[in-house]
């Protein structure tokens, strides 16, 4: 489980390892960019459930915490899923993977 951590107040969210580097890969595009961004997530019910949003900017620090030691390959369909969500006035938020098969794959992105 790896952590998406935000913001001067440290705002963290916990998100699976291979779902974080997608999303990583989306939001730094993103934010190279010079856009700014909803960014959604379902609270865990230890944390009294419900859904959070943030608004990513380019001038606020993100830092992507990793707890696996293996970048995972990249399945292009899924982050052309993710970057239309985040292009949408709904902002991005996380989707489900599908279509995982090797012509999706690509190599790791470091």
Known sequence: MGQLIYGATGTVVEIEDRTL???KVVVITKLRRGEGFAFSWDEELA??????????????????????????????????????????????H????HDRTRENEVPPIY
């Open 21 to 23: 580097a997608h999303l």
């Open 47 to 92: 944390n009294g459930s419900g859904r959070s949003t943030i608004w990513m900017h380019p001038s606020v620090a993100v830092q992507f915490k990793f707890y696996g030691t293996r970048q995972p390959s990249m399945n292009k369909l899924w982050l052309e899923e993710l970057m239309n969500s985040a292009n949408s006035s709904g902002g991005l």
């Open 94 to 97: 996380v989707l489900p993977e």
